[in-house]
């Protein structure tokens, strides 16, 4: 129950984050930070059995459908949470120095808290309808933190975008864990990962693992559906560093490298998910060549990180696994630090163009400190985690191929140049001239972040054995499905990795110093045709598709929403019944009484009456007389109770309507003779079905009549010999009480509405 926990405590606490920030304005984000720091420490518990025997949790959910809430913590999963709370514990504090001022401020804290909770779900679910659940709630979180700023409609839009594509995404997801269930039989995470060679043999492999790479690609902005991170940007930058950096973005890699032990190693998985991850790293890293935005900037270099591990997980293996969860865990230091950075540069100076950014080293020396250690773990220098990560990535392309090789290198040097515009450029040089020169240093909450990240990447670099053995060796085995150990070090001699480092190294500061040439020439070189025009242009035509349709549909007329209803229901229902033979005849002897065919006609003339009509009053007659006419048949077929009723609903209806219409202007055509030819075939064809539903439905006895229960049981059970009553009274009690309920409250309604014109007694 200790998961389950963790994770509603998130959600208990984003309900209470308003209140607690109305109660505690300036240290409510202190307050708010206990509990993912909590949750770190609590997590970090977890880890010395989770290689052997992991937390597990199983709680029926719907037994009928074997379905269970389950929740486990094994290594991957940890390191996964542990990046969450460990992040968000940091975000929560910058947030609340960030927004200090901000009107909203406890709505903020009560989505990054809700979302929290979710990506805590998504990591710890041991079950793919689960993990779905939580997935698709991250989503929804973060359309509300990325239009936090609603009144600006640049934000919504942007919020709007990540929502369509994630959602739609997860939409395919879910289809293919379903196709993934039926395969395997079942959804559970742990027996699944069990069933991967009868998965991969089964027909269902492909189209799940198509529809499955659909929502992972969505989810971590893969190219083509990369175009939404950039601009997510509008986010405030707690929001970018929290999720597009080290949480949600990484939800795709984290269930790549969680189903690899049930799909990969075919070469579907491999051209699929590694070529994806190679073109994202190649297309991210040349579009941050082109920006001068510095949250623009480090969210296209996230792209192409994060289009790098996709690629690492793709190639498969134990050592390429290796270095995708290496490579995630130094890049979600590395990089919620620079983004942190880059909020603080905002919030002091006013301004994010690396244009104008330069020589704030004096203003800001914790801060710049912080960005330089991020810089050199994102740049991949030694001695930080960064590097390590960078050398086991291009150890695994050595051993692909020089095509893969010449891919990663390339993307290694564009991480270079993201790493020193982000990260030293603003601090290095000559005071520029910002809207605003800091004249005193940041408080505690807005360096404190990128001080820790900083400072672990450094730690993690210089010891790593801190994290690979409790940590990254279990959690690699967790995604390989195999025992592994990993062994990480700083230096493992004179080697081509190596000699691919100092080359990256070398064309990165290359591409550096010749920045603003670059800019330019990346700036012109944008191709205006992209996934983003693509999606912009599909969402205007569905937009133009559904003006039409509400100009069509919405005329303002109920005469032709009844048409439109009627037509409908009338010619599918026609089509469906015809195509799949549902039409039956009843195999029943008519016996037919001419008092009967009398009460039919006067029915029929009555309504004839109602539709030829020129005069108000007439119509109403004629559809009194129909009306009278069903209470008469009602009443030869033994119901005089439904029979009185009719008649005096009739009779009160009819009143009424005289009371009514007399005080109307005189009866006007509106209609032309065409119009009403119309109308009366519709309603021709209408009664048509209806009359052939019912006879349809009398053909068919797939159940033993109950009418003889309740004849035989209505005096016994219910003490009445009118059946209908006895229904009504008793064996339906609860259902007539309800509408009762419904007629006295609307009664109420109408009284109260009376009431609130009349004047007060003086």
């Given amino acids: 129950m200790t998961l389950l926990a963790a994770i509603l405590a998130c959600f208990g606490l984003a309900a209470l984050a ?14 708010l930070a206990l509990l993912p720091a909590g949750l770190t420490l609590f997590l970090a518990s977890q880890l010395p059995g989770a290689a052997t025997d992991p937390t597990h949790l199983s709680l029926p959910w719907i037994p009928q459908l074997n379905l269970t809430l389950s929740l486990r913590a094994d290594a991957l999963s940890l390191l996964f949470a542990l990046l969450i709370s460990g992040v968000g514990t940091l975000v929560v504090i910058y947030a609340g120095a960030y927004l200090a001022d901000h009107r909203d401020l406890g709505r903020f804290f009560g989505w990054l808290l809700f979302f929290m909770g979710a990506m805590l779900g998504v990591a710890l679910a041991d079950n793919l309808l689960v993990l779905y659940i939580f997935w698709e709630l991250t989503s929804i979180s973060s359309f509300f933190l990325i239009g936090f700023d609603h009144e600006n409609e640049t934000a919504r839009a942007a919020a709007r975008q990540a929502l369509v594509v994630t959602t739609g995404g997860g939409l395919a997801m879910l289809a293919g864990f379903l196709l993934l269930g039926q395969a395997a039989g079942t959804l559970e995470l742990t027996a699944l990962l069990s069933q991967g060679p009868a998965v991969r043999a089964s027909p269902q492999y492909l189209p799940a693992l198509a529809l499955i790479l659909l929502g992972a690609f969505t989810k971590s902005a893969q190219f083509p559906f990369h175009f939404w991170l950039p601009e997510a940007m509008q986010a405030p930058t707690p929001v970018s560093a929290y999720l597009h950096s080290a949480t949600m973005v990484k939800a795709g890699v984290y269930l790549l490298a969680r ?40 969210a296209y270099s996230t792209i192409a990180a994060l289009g790098l591990m996709v690629g ?16 995630l865990l130094g890049h979600a230091l590395y990089k919620g630090a620079l983004f942190l950075v880059a909020g603080v540069l905002d919030h002091e100076t006013g301004s994010r163009d690396v244009r104008q950014l330069s020589g704030l080293w004096r203003a800001l020396p914790a801060v710049a400190v912080s960005a330089f250690l991020a810089a050199l773990s994102f740049a991949g220098v030694p001695p930080l985690v960064g590097f390590i990560g960078k050398e086991l990535a291009y150890e695994t392309a050595l051993h692909v191929s020089p095509w893969v090789t010449a891919a990663v290198v390339a993307g290694g040097s564009l991480f270079v140049f993201a790493a020193v515009s982000a990260g030293v450029g603003p601090f290095w040089g000559r005071q520029a001239i910002v809207p605003h020169v800091p004249t005193h240093r940041p408080p505690l909450g807005l360096w404190l972040g990128p001080a820790v990240l900083g400072g672990l990447g450094l730690v993690l670099g210089v010891a790593p054995g801190v994290a690979a053995g ?3 060796s279990p959690a690699v085995a967790a995604a390989t499905g195999q025992p592994a150990h990993v062994a990480l070090a700083l230096w493992h001699g004179l080697t081509p990795a190596l000699g691919l480092s100092g080359l990256s190294l070398a064309v990165g500061a290359g591409l550096y110093l010749l920045r603003e040439p670059v800019r330019r020439v990346f700036a012109r070189a944008a191709w205006p045709w992209g996934p983003a025009w693509a ?14 349709q509400t100009r069509l549909l919405q005329s303002g007329y109920l005469r032709h929403y009844l048409l439109i209803i009627f037509v409908t229901t009338t010619g599918l229902t026609t089509l469906t019944l015809a195509w799949f033979g549902g039409f039956q005849w009843p195999g029943i002897q008519l016996d037919v009484r001419f008092y009967e065919v009398a009460l039919i006609g006067l029915i029929a003339v009555g309504t004839l009456i109602a539709i030829t009509s020129r005069s108000r ?11 009278y006419g069903v209470s008469l048949i009602f009443l030869v077929f033994g119901a005089p109770d439904l029979a009185m009723t009719q008649f005096l609903v009739e009779s009160l209806t009819v009143i009424l309507f005289v009371l009514v219409l007399y005080h109307l202007p005189g009866f006007t055509q509106l209609s032309s003779r065409r119009a009403r030819l119309r109308d009366a075939l519709v309603a021709l064809l209408s009664g048509g079905l209806m009359t052939a539903l019912v006879l349809s439905v009398a053909g068919l006895n797939w159940y033993p009549s109950i009418s003889g229960y309740f004849a035989e049981n209505a005096l016994a059970l219910g003490h009445g010999r009118n059946v209908v009553n006895v229904l009504l009274v008793d064996f339906r009690g609860f259902d007539t009480l309800g509408e009762i309920t419904v007629l006295s409250i609307a009664a109420l309604g109408v009284y109260a509405l009376l009431k609130l014109g009349q004047e007060p007694d003086k």
Avoid at 538 to 545: C, E, K, M, N
Avoid at 617 to 627: D, E, F, S
């Fill in 470 to 472: 409790p940590l990254l």
């Fill in 535 to 548: 999606f912009q242009s599909a969402a205007a035509i569905l937009l133009r598709l559904a003006r039409g």
């Fill in 312 to 327: 690492l997980l793709g190639l498969g293996g134990a050592e390429a696994v290796t270095a995708a969860v290496v490579f």
């Fill in 18 to 31: 308003p209140v607690l920030v109305q109660r505690w304005r300036r240290g409510a984000a202190w307050v």
């Fill in 259 to 298: 189903l690899s032990p049930l799909l990969a190693g075919t070469p579907a998985w491999t051209w699929a998910v590694g070529g994806v991850g190679l073109v994202t790293l190649l297309v991210g890293g040349l579009l941050a060549l082109g920006q001068t935005d510095l949250k623009r900037l480090l």
């Fill in 617 to 627: 009053l007439g119509a109403v007659a004629g559809l009194g007389l129909a009306g």
